[in-house]
């Protein structure tokens, strides 16, 4: 047997084959006729200052996406994720307003949303609870929690009854709102780098590749004796982790931070993990796809924007495109597939 | 009564899926006023049969039809009407009493709400669960739930024909007694009943007429006197003719890095009864098999070897009774294998540092794609690339990945279930051959099986199990043919039971 047909297919062409899906490529080309279709009705919409601001307001979606996207792959779901993502600055801010040091109470805040996660995914596995009555009680709890430490206010450490110091004030903010160029903030690179880093784990790591093994099928994943509690435990500690720093990010791209921030992150970060091309049932979801997802959510709310249409008719567009998109899906690959997924012969 | 005598005709039925033929032409009479027995080996088309008669599958060719119904025309209805069919897993709604499941079976009445009726009442003290009529399901036996079931099944389509599917393998020695004198009162009404089952006591017992089932026909029709467990074990296992598909395999299996020992178990007793005091050895170089029936513990065995299920008692290498690695490989593929994964992914699926990782966890990926091409070439799959969907391969294929994914990390003792369950003829020699090749290489192979050819193919030495206990242990070369073989275990079992029930 030549050994050469099958080195033609070598994982090395994963990348490739991640891109070449039909998923993939009818995203690509609903973007480009979105693109399209802005750029006809409002010439600024491909202005450079508009691409770039699209970009940075794609900075948290992407990154609490990401972490939502390898919950999603081992089949089980984060709803905490957005109270997370307005806990996590408050609290750092209202230690560091406090008179405690920037260095002290940036990794406190981080580690509190580390810690959230955690417990989630201890709570899930440990007690065997379906994660969705789990997070959905987080969920509660931890926004509760940031209205409670905050007292419904929002936190804005330059202009606090005792103002936090200079330096300190300069170097969290240089996080993401330093200009690399004009209008190009650093939020964007920590949200490409966060998806590259991410597409590693997924693609490059042992870790990686048994999530997807336990997404497929929890039975199998025990009978392989993979240690499927740990993983599970894992990727919510991520999930929540990502959420936090997606968070502060936010906090330090603005300067101020709100105890509703991230309320509204949920369903779009959930959309884009939907749209590109995620099961519900686990195993099956690419980073590629989440972000593809997440760039035509983001192309179609600030180009909505643009062309006069209201944050509510929005809404409505971002939940109609969300499951038109699941449709398409099921319609297209239903006639290709024979079996459902997870059915053998 | 003999002329207007219902008959159940089942003329010619032809099923295929691919190349596989599930029924080749089966013919078959079941008349009413009598139970028919139906056994057969896994993958004799006995399930294909039961979807058939369901109504659940369409035949390619042939027909089933009833004649001398009351109502129908002679010349036949279409049975999957008036088939009720009563499987293991009773589909009772657990949450409602057992009389509101016969409402709930009610053909629909508008916007009334379902209530009991005088005919649900009569079917409730025929069947003598009416004292138990406002309990909820969850909360009554299996052998309520399952007459339950049976029931409804009549209540909902007054059914002429009743199809019970291993309808008492999770049920005790007292339950089934109880259940099978409810069932032979409904014979005795003149309904047809077909009753599928592996076990052969409940053939004899009960069964008017038996049929056996291999490669989609009956083989043989066993009446009256005829029918005893010896002579059904034998039609069980008349010799198959394996495939002579030449096999070349000269992959060398990587040798065990230690001195090989057997597997010695003593006293091994699961905790939660399944099987007690349970000792043999398991010799490396050879296939150990357990036999035994649905329900006998013998599966439970299997398992508890391979640390899934707890039992005590002493289980390790001969020696310092070193612990073993092991891997298993449970019988429902997809329990075994990953349908999102590809076929590369699958083979390599158990494997970790340093086969497909480093020490850091990163995937050393060209090391994945040889590791999983060799086991791809040494397990024989055929019909696809290692980079094909899991999902295009044949069930024989199937089984060949999950066995090798298993096979992969060398384990000191590789477990399977019923390792060719499903499997083509021809996939079942490969796997039996290569079963012997990891054996060989100085390894302990144990291999679940419910069938006596299965035993006879595979192993060296074999046990059997049965109600939790060994009752046989014994080579598998001291018997000349596979008949012989079934003989002396339907025999063991035989006394055992007597020995028991008395």
């Known amino acids: 047997m030549s050994s050469s047909t099958s080195t033609a297919d070598t994982p090395r062409r994963a990348l490739l084959r991640e891109l070449w899906n039909p998923r993939i490529v009818g995203l690509l080309l609903a973007i480009v006729v979105a693109v399209v279709t802005f750029a006809v009705i409002n010439h600024n919409f491909l202005n450079a200052s508009n691409i770039l601001t699209l970009a940075q307001s794609m900075s948290s979606i992407v990154i609490v996406a990401m972490g939502i996207t390898f919950v999603i792959l081992t089949g089980e779901i984060d709803l905490s994720a957005g109270s997370v993502f307005g806990f996590v600055p408050m609290l750092t801010a209202l230690l560091w307003v406090g008179g405690m040091p920037l260095a002290l109470a940036l990794p406190i805040g981080l580690l509190s949303g580390v810690a959230i996660g955690f417990l989630n995914g201890l709570i899930v596995t440990r007690f065997d609870i379906p994660s969705f009555i789990v997070t959905l009680g987080s969920m509660n709890v931890v926004y509760g929690l940031t209205l409670l430490i905050s007292s419904a206010r929002s936190v804005d450490p330059k202009y606090a009854a005792t103002p936090v110091p200079m330096d300190q004030y300069d170097f969290f903010r240089s996080l993401a709102a330093s200009q690399v160029l004009p209008n190009f903030s650093s939020h964007i690179w920590w949200f490409l780098g966060v998806t590259i880093i991410l597409w590693i784990v997924r693609h490059r790591t042992l870790f990686g590749f048994r999530l997807v093994a336990i997404g497929g099928s929890i039975e199998s994943a025990r009978t392989a004796r993979l240690k499927v509690r740990t993983y599970v435990v894992i990727v919510f500690t991520l999930s929540a982790g990502l959420a936090g720093l997606a968070g502060m990010l936010a906090f330090s791209f603005l300067g101020s931070t709100d105890p509703s921030a991230g309320q509204n992150l949920l369903f779009p970060a959930f959309a884009a993990v939907i749209v590109g091309g995620a099961s519900l049932n686990g195993g099956v979801g690419t980073i590629g796809g989440t972000f593809i997802g997440a760039v035509l959510l983001s192309v179609l709310s600030n180009g909505l924007s643009l062309i006069g249409v209201g944050s509510f008719a929005q809404l409505i567009f971002v939940g109609g495109v969300t499951i038109a998109a699941v449709v398409l899906d099921r319609w297209t690959t239903s006639r290709h597939r024979p079996y459902r997924f997870g059915g053998f012969r | 009564m003999t002329a207007d005598r219902r008959r159940l005709v089942i003329d010619g039925a032809a099923k295929a899926y691919g190349n596989t033929k599930a029924l080749a032409g089966l013919s078959l009479v079941a008349e009413g006023g009598r139970i028919t027995g139906i056994a057969g080996p896994n993958g004799a088309g006995k399930s294909t049969l039961v979807k058939a008669l369901a109504g659940e599958i369409g035949l390619d060719s042939g027909r089933i039809s009833l004649t001398g119904a009351a109502g129908a025309d002679a010349d036949g209805v279409p049975a999957s009407a008036v088939v009720a069919v009563v499987h293991q897993e009773t589909s009772l709604f657990p949450n409602l009493t057992v009389a509101e499941n016969l409402a709930a079976a009610h053909p629909a009445s508008g916007w009334r709400l379902p209530h009991t009726t005088d005919a649900d009442v009569r079917t409730m003290r025929q069947l003598g669960i009416l004292a138990q009529q406002h309990r909820r399901v969850i909360d009554c036996s299996l052998v309520v739930r399952q007459l ?130 349970i000792g043999f050895r398991a010799e490396p170089g050879t296939v150990t098999a357990i036999l035994g029936n649905e329900g006998s513990g013998a599966r439970d065995l299997l398992r508890s070897l391979g640390g899934f299920g707890r039992a005590t008692g002493k289980c390790g290498l001969e020696g310092a009774r070193i612990a073993y690695s092991s891997q298993f490989m449970p019988a429902e593929r997809q329990v075994s294998l990953f349908s999102n994964l590809d076929v590369r992914e699958n083979l390599v699926s158990r494997l970790g540092s340093p086969a497909i990782a480093s020490r850091a966890g990163w995937l050393r990926r060209t090391a994945l794609a040889e590791v999983a091409r060799d086991l791809f070439r040494r397990f024989l799959v055929r019909g696809a690339t290692p980079a094909s969907s899991i999902r295009s391969l044949s069930g024989g294929n199937q089984q060949k990945v999950a066995i090798a994914a298993a096979a992969a990390a060398a384990p000191d003792v590789l477990l399977l279930e019923e390792p060719t369950r499903g499997v083509d003829v021809s996939s079942k020699a490969e796997i039996y051959r290569l079963l012997g090749d990891y054996a060989a290489s100085g390894r302990v192979v144990v291999v679940y099986c419910s069938e006596v050819t299965e035993v006879f193919e595979l192993a060296d030495r074999f046990l059997v199990i049965e109600k939790g206990r060994m009752v046989m242990e014994r080579e598998v070369s001291e018997f000349a043919s596979v008949t012989e073989l079934a003989g002396a275990v339907a025999d063991a079992v035989k006394v055992f039971d007597e020995e028991h029930t008395a």
């Open chain 2, 148 to 277: 339950t079931e049976i029931a409804r099944a009549l209540i909902a389509e007054d059914a002429d024909v009743l199809l019970l599917d291993e309808p008492n393998s999770a049920l005790t020695e007292a339950e089934s007694a109880v259940f099978f004198e409810r069932v032979t009162a409904l014979r005795d009404e003149g309904r047809i009943v077909l009753l599928v089952t592996h076990r052969l006591p409940d053939l004899v017992s009960y069964c008017d007429q038996v049929a056996i089932v291999r490669d989609g026909r009956v083989s043989a029709e066993l009446v009256g006197g005829e029918i005893t467990e010896k002579r059904i074990a034998e039609e069980l296992v008349v010799d198959i003719e394996l495939g002579g598909r030449a096999v070349e395999n000269d992959e060398p299996i990587v040798p065990p890095a230690r001195a090989p020992r057997a597997l010695v178990v003593e006293g091994w007793t699961h905790d939660r009864g399944r099987f007690s005091g």
